[in-house]
């Protein structure tokens, strides 16, 4: 598998110890087109996803749109937001605090379906609460992305949605695909030289390679080191999860794992992954959407989660193709 760090590609399923860089927040300097925001270190390509993120900065009220643009990161626009009535992470219903963490928006809602005088002319769902909510005991919900009528001051302050304007809402749908657009809510956001961005970048990589090797290896024991104790699957916790991987070592003769373009998005210690993966073996082979969900465990990163969702093949096969042709451009470039 060909990995590119200058480029865009990093394939990532769990974390390693990330090397502490200094996060530059100043107002003056967070304008700078030199620096790209600490948290969002990968936006997938890949068309089955969306291209965009939006970045809420709840210290300075605002909400921000970054696209992939090639190689890079780039800033699409910026607007004002209101946020909760009180200040702090939402724990707990009706504590009129709005959530930070990383989560999705889900379900578009227009009128009759929301009163106007509440959310303007449209409204977006969230997934909150998310599984790092829900290990938190987190309780709440109807977190939204919403407008509210010109009438009404952005600074009243919500029950905890993220708050915009009708003019700008009506912009932000531009860029919204239905339970793809990530919308990362933090307390303040912090931004990185575009070196310390890219050395986090590296350090993934380097590591979620030895992910990968040790999984198409069957090492089970290397392979399970990158599980946290609590690991959760659907149908699995740690022990079986083992006991599955094994039993399929003793099935399989080999396998191949091929992962395209991930979103990489961290929330402080947590850490989201979203990518199109191929598995191949002797027996079988399928394509699908996996996520996975990590969390800091000390100087490294451990899996919790994983979920995976059947997709088109056709689809996943473009992808990849796409992908091996980007490889091979990059090392036709690539000095001798």
Request: proline content about 4%.
């Given at each position: 598998?060909?990995?590119?760090?200058?480029?865009?590609?990093?394939?990532?399923?769990?974390?390693?110890?990330?090397?502490?860089?200094?996060?530059?927040?100043?107002?003056?300097?967070?304008?700078?087109?030199?620096?790209?925001?600490?948290?969002?270190?990968?936006?997938?390509?890949?068309?089955?996803?969306s291209k965009f993120v939006f970045l809420v900065d709840k210290d300075k009220r605002k909400l921000t749109v970054f696209e992939r643009n090639g190689e890079k990161i780039k800033k699409v626009d910026e607007f004002p937001a209101?946020?909760?009535?009180?200040?702090?992470?939402?724990?707990?219903?009706?504590?009129?605090?709005?959530?930070?963490?990383?989560?999705?928006?889900?379900?578009?809602?227009?009128?009759?379906?929301?009163?106007?005088?509440?959310?303007?002319?449209?409204?977006?769902?969230?997934?909150?609460?998310?599984?790092?909510?829900?290990?938190?005991?987190?309780?709440?919900?109807?977190?939204?992305?919403?407008?509210?009528?010109?009438?009404?001051?952005?600074?009243?302050?919500?029950?905890?949605?993220?708050?915009?304007?009708?003019?700008?809402?009506?912009?932000?749908?531009?860029?919204?695909?239905?339970?793809?657009?990530?919308?990362?809510?933090?307390?303040?956001?912090?931004?990185?030289?575009?070196?310390?961005?890219?050395?986090?970048?590296?350090?993934?990589?380097?590591?979620?390679?030895?992910?990968?090797?040790?999984?198409?290896?069957?090492?089970?024991?290397?392979?399970?080191?990158?599980?946290?104790?609590?690991?959760?699957?659907?149908?699995?916790?740690?022990?079986s999860w083992k006991s599955h991987k094994a039993n399929l070592k003793k099935q399989y003769e080999f396998i191949k794992v091929h992962l395209s373009q991930p979103y990489i998005v961290q929330h402080n210690d947590q850490l989201l992954v979203k990518t199109l993966q191929r598995y191949e073996s002797d027996k079988h082979v399928d394509y699908g959407v996996k996520t996975i969900y990590a969390i800091k465990s000390g100087e490294t990163?451990?899996?919790?989660?994983?979920?995976?969702?059947?997709?088109?093949?056709?689809?996943?096969?473009?992808?990849?193709?796409?992908?091996?042709?980007?490889?091979?451009?990059?090392?036709?470039?690539?000095?001798?």
């Amino acid at each position: 598998m060909r990995i590119f760090l200058s480029g865009c590609l990093i394939l990532l399923s769990c974390l390693p110890a990330i090397a502490e860089q200094k996060d530059v927040a100043s107002s003056q300097t967070e304008t700078s087109v030199d620096l790209l925001p600490a948290p969002l270190l990968q936006i997938s390509e890949t068309e089955a996803f969306s291209k965009f993120v939006f970045l809420v900065d709840k210290d300075k009220r605002k909400l921000t749109v970054f696209e992939r643009n090639g190689e890079k990161i780039k800033k699409v626009d910026e607007f004002p937001a209101d946020i909760g009535k009180n200040g702090g992470n939402k724990t707990k219903r009706d504590d009129a605090r709005t959530p930070e963490g990383i989560y999705f928006l889900e379900k578009r809602l227009t009128q009759p379906e929301i009163p106007f005088n509440l959310y303007g002319n449209l409204a977006f769902t969230t997934n909150y609460p998310n599984l790092f909510d829900k290990r938190e005991n987190k309780t709440g919900s109807g977190i939204w992305l919403h407008a509210i009528p010109d009438s009404v001051a952005l600074t009243r302050g919500s029950r905890g949605c993220v708050v915009v304007r009708n003019e700008v809402i009506k912009k932000l749908a531009d860029y919204v695909k239905l339970r793809e657009t990530p919308i990362l809510i933090f307390d303040h956001v912090n931004y990185l030289s575009k070196e310390d961005h890219e050395k986090r970048r590296v350090e993934l990589n380097t590591f979620v390679e030895g992910w990968r090797q040790a999984w198409e290896a069957q090492d089970i024991d290397k392979y399970m080191s990158f599980y946290d104790a609590d690991f959760k699957a659907p149908g699995f916790n740690f022990t079986s999860w083992k006991s599955h991987k094994a039993n399929l070592k003793k099935q399989y003769e080999f396998i191949k794992v091929h992962l395209s373009q991930p979103y990489i998005v961290q929330h402080n210690d947590q850490l989201l992954v979203k990518t199109l993966q191929r598995y191949e073996s002797d027996k079988h082979v399928d394509y699908g959407v996996k996520t996975i969900y990590a969390i800091k465990s000390g100087e490294t990163y451990k899996i919790i989660r994983e979920e995976w969702a059947p997709f088109n093949q056709k689809e996943v096969s473009a992808a990849i193709a796409r992908e091996n042709s980007m490889a091979a451009q990059a090392n036709q470039n690539a000095p001798n």
